[in-house]
């Protein structure tokens, strides 16, 4: 039997929640296309992205440990890949559609420039007097304008639900903009559900990255409530934490957290009496959620993680290092701009020349920042 995109959407139909996206009922694309015999409209954004530049950049772009500390930190790839597995899980659960939901986590990072939140933080203070810097908005402007791969448009002519769910993507670090999308509208289930898969995967995966590190040790966590229920569960003792109890209380950490989630989620939806999407974003709030316990929980991880990780003197060091890279970058190609490469000063034809070296330096990998800046500055090296 051969599964054809209309009996897909004739799957979605039958199985998906009433306020599930249906990628038959989508808005459509800014470009009118065919769509594909054996894929629906999600499925193919979907595989958009995975093929575009930006999406292979993410392997060389930091999440809290630069690329070259070690093989086994997470990446902003990396990281991209759990999110969408989590999410997928999440919308399995609750009756939303997978395929919306995985394109949504595979584009939400793409903007991310090199250097992780210390790069985002350095490009917007430099294009505070320019436009501004963000990088879910340079997401967007990576799947609409930024990526050439089609000759008949710029961008992905990714569907208007998909666009809409990067675009309202909101996590404790990221707040959307969402003027050209309606913003009365709350975003939909599948975009509440990348929100908390992000928020989700960088959490445990930090703290997994941090104990492996040894810049965090057990010992330093045993005030938390969210640790103390977590290491019960999985019957650890407080001995030495070795690599099969650490994977443990990883996996157990987020399955305890997609399981309170699913069901509190679960349950608002049910006392919201939403029947549609448009009912679902017409809501005063999120119908996606935690519990009030987890949520205190998950503050207090989330606190440890920014005193005892993210301002650690080691992760520290590299922000102050990154934010100089890309400042240096920054002034001495807005200051010469021939020394951009000559595809790169043909940008300017069609925004202003901040624009362009912010797009082409919210571009580059940790790897390539750093080898571009030796160039700049290091008379040894050859440009």
Same mark, same amino acid.
């Given at each position: &039997? ?7 959407? $004739?799957?979605?139909?039958?199985? #998906? ?16 296309? $065919? ?29 809290v440990f630069i690329n070259y500390e070690g093989d086994y930190y997470r990446t902003r790839l +990396? ?35 090199? !250097? ?10 430099? &294009? ?5 810097? $963000? ?23 990714? +569907? ?8 309202k993507h909101e996590t404790e670090y990221d707040e959307s903009d969402a003027s050209a999308y ?25 703290? @997994? ?15 938390? @409530? #969210? ?16 690599? #099969? ?50 949520? %205190? ?5 989330? $606190?440890? #993680? ?11 060091? &590299?922000?102050?290092?990154?934010? %100089? ?12 701009? +021939? ?37 700049? !500055? @290091? ?5």
């Amino acid at each position: &039997m051969i599964f054809t995109r209309n009996i897909l959407e $004739d799957n979605e139909e039958r199985y #998906l929640a009433p306020y599930g996206i249906r990628s038959a009922h989508s808005k459509g694309r800014a470009i009118p296309e $065919d769509e594909p015999e054996y894929r629906t409209a999600f499925q193919r954004d979907r595989e958009r992205i995975l093929h575009t530049t930006a999406f292979r950049r993410l392997e060389y772009k930091t999440q809290v440990f630069i690329n070259y500390e070690g093989d086994y930190y997470r990446t902003r790839l +990396t990281h991209t890949l759990e999110v969408a597995q989590i999410g997928r899980s999440i919308a399995r659960a609750l009756g939303a559609n997978e395929d919306l939901v995985e394109a949504i986590c595979l584009a939400h990072d793409l903007g991310h420039p090199a !250097f992780g939140h210390s790069g985002e933080t350095t490009l917007r203070d430099l &294009m505070q007097d320019y436009g501004g810097f $963000d990088h879910n908005k340079q997401s967007l402007r990576i799947v609409t304008k930024l990526e050439r791969r089609y000759p008949e448009f710029p961008g992905l002519n990714l +569907t208007w639900e998909v666009l809409e769910g990067i675009v309202k993507h909101e996590t404790e670090y990221d707040e959307s903009d969402a003027s050209a999308y309606d913003p009365s509208l709350r975003g939909h289930l599948e975009a509440q559900i990348t929100n908390i898969a992000d928020e989700l995967a960088y959490t445990a995966h930090d703290l @997994d990255d941090g104990l492996r590190s040894g810049l965090l040790i057990p010992e330093m966590l045993s005030e938390l @409530d #969210l640790w103390q229920t977590i290491i019960a569960s999985v019957g650890w003792q407080m001995g030495v934490l070795d690599d #099969l109890y650490r994977h443990r209380i990883i996996r157990r950490l987020i399955g305890y957290e997609v399981t309170d989630y699913v069901k509190t989620t679960d349950a608002k939806l049910k006392a919201s009496g939403v029947k549609t999407v448009a009912e679902l974003q017409k809501l005063p709030y999120d119908v996606g959620g935690h519990s009030d316990e987890v949520q %205190r929980q998950n503050r207090q991880l989330k $606190d440890f #993680l920014f005193a005892n990780m993210y301002n650690s003197y080691r992760v520290v060091r &590299m922000q102050v290092k990154a934010a %100089r890279i890309i400042q240096n970058l920054f002034n001495a190609y807005t200051s010469e701009p +021939t020394i951009l490469p000559k595809h790169i000063q043909g940008w300017t034809e069609d925004r202003s020349l901040q624009r362009a070296v912010c797009d082409y330096i919210a571009g580059m990998t940790d790897r390539f920042a750093i080898e571009e800046h030796q160039k700049l !500055f @290091d008379p040894s090296v050859l440009p």
